[in-house]
């Protein structure tokens, strides 16, 4: 049975709080979209000691950059950017071209390896925790996916404390909140990463529809919740 609203905020605050008491340093990793905006507003109105960080690719929306303004605006808060390793980048393009990554899975792989993953990578170096914003209704990727699990690729807890939020209640928290939220989610993207990896939807396409269409359902994912390059089944502890 799906949870009411009230019910999932006020576990969703728990969560928070106890990721704070039990696994500080602990770090959000936001990609500026919807959810990630929830749990921003929840950390920041808390004032809880949860770091928040982006992976700034060179590849965002300016849309997407604008929405670090916005968090500035609102909370006074500085999030940290995380940006590949410049040689990389440039080995990558000068061997393959800027945009590589429609040629293959691989290539579009290896693009989001050197862009993301890699600085993911050091933005939890020396953290217990990380957060993410993922819904388990997201996709068929993230069907299983529970509060907490292990993150054995990068040894820590990772936690997805809106696993059981529907996009509803998601637009629910901020509207009624006056969160700030980034302008292409009422253009038709309801999932935003790279701006050449990211297309508006239809009504009723899958929420990830737009995000790498041009590969199948299954191989979607960026590699930043996978382990050893495979999905994984999660064990629900919360
Ligand atoms: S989403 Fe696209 S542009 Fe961004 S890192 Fe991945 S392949 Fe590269």
New binding site residues.
């Given amino acids: 049975m799906s949870k009411d609203y009230d019910t999932l905020v006020a576990e969703t605050r728990a969560t928070l709080q106890h990721i704070t008491d039990a696994f500080s340093p602990a770090v959000l990793a936001s990609s500026l979209a919807a959810e990630d905006m929830v749990l921003t507003d929840l950390i920041l109105r808390a004032r809880l000691p949860i770091g928040i960080f982006s992976l700034e690719?060179g590849?965002l929306h300016k849309e997407t950059l604008g929405v670090l303004d916005s968090i500035k605006a609102t909370y006074d808060y500085e999030v940290q950017l995380f940006k590949p390793e410049a040689a990389a980048v440039d080995a990558y393009v000068k061997q393959n071209g800027l945009n590589a990554?429609y040629d293959s899975v691989d290539m579009?792989k290896e693009?989001?390896r050197?862009?993301?993953v890699e600085p993911l990578k050091r933005a939890l170096d020396g953290k217990k925790a990380w957060i993410t914003g993922q819904r388990r209704a997201q996709s068929t990727t993230r069907s299983e996916l529970a509060v907490q699990e292990h993150d054995a690729g990068h040894g820590l807890e990772k936690f997805n404390p809106l696993a059981d939020w529907s996009e509803a209640d998601v637009w629910n928290y901020i509207r009624s909140n006056g969160v700030p939220y980034n302008p292409l989610h009422d253009k038709g993207y309801p999932s935003i990463?790279?701006e050449?990896?990211t297309r508006a939807i239809q009504p009723g396409e899958d929420v990830r529809a737009g995000r790498?269409w041009w590969e199948n359902p299954e191989s979607k994912e960026?590699g930043l919740h996978v382990v050893d390059g495979k999905l994984v089944r999660i064990k629900s502890v919360a």
């Fill in positions: 690719t590849r990554f579009r693009c989001c050197i862009r993301k990463g790279c050449p990896c790498w960026c």
